[in-house]
């Protein structure tokens, strides 16, 4: 794809966000199953079947643009997967997996939120309609919710057991 206007750039980085969401609905399901707090563990799986929706709204953008959704390789989201696959192999301690995995969820979400922004502030210099911009306003307040989830997870009484299990 070469890209030479905002308007190229605009596809460019939605296919980019496209990719993104396809890839963490499975990264997503991983965390869920492989995380051993209850509390982690749902949280990933309910927002699994959010990013599954998101995958649709990313799809509605591109329909509202009479283009076809494409996937662009994002190598940011392949890092955090490949930094996950790596701890996955070396982590032997079930509340350090948990851990990481509460962290890795809360990077994720700051990449979808920046990503989301950037989107809509380039959608507002082409002056894209609404039919273009209300599912990524959708996507990008779903990731808001899902930060502050992870990060009142990481503040809650039962994550403050397992950080207190681990210091001993």
């Known amino acids: ?3 030479n206007s905002l308007h190229d750039l605009f596809v460019y980085e939605l296919q980019e966000m496209y990719d993104i969401e396809n890839k963490l609905v499975g990264a997503l399901n991983d965390l869920a199953t492989e995380t051993s707090n209850e509390d982690i563990s749902r949280a990933f799986a309910e927002h699994r079947e959010e990013t599954e929706n998101h995958v649709s709204r990313v799809e509605e953008a591109f329909n509202a643009l009479n ?3 494409e996937r662009q390789d994002n190598d940011v ?3 955090l ?3 996950h696959d790596k701890f996955e192999s070396i982590a032997t301690n079930e509340d350090v997996r948990d851990m990481f995995a509460l962290n890795a969820g809360m990077k994720s979400e700051r990449l979808e939120i920046t990503g989301y922004e950037g989107l809509l502030m380039l959608a507002d210099q082409l002056d894209f ?3 273009v911009t209300d599912p990524l306003e959708s996507n990008m307040s779903d990731e808001k919710d899902a930060l502050s989830d992870l990060q009142d ?5 039962k994550l403050k057991s397992l950080v207190s299990r681990l210091t001993g």
């Open 1 to 3: 794809m070469q890209v």
């Open 153 to 157: 997870l990481a503040g809650g009484s």
């Open 81 to 83: 997967i490949n930094e």
């Open 67 to 69: 283009e076809i959704p």
């Open 77 to 79: 989201v392949d890092g």
């Open 129 to 131: 309609g609404s039919d």
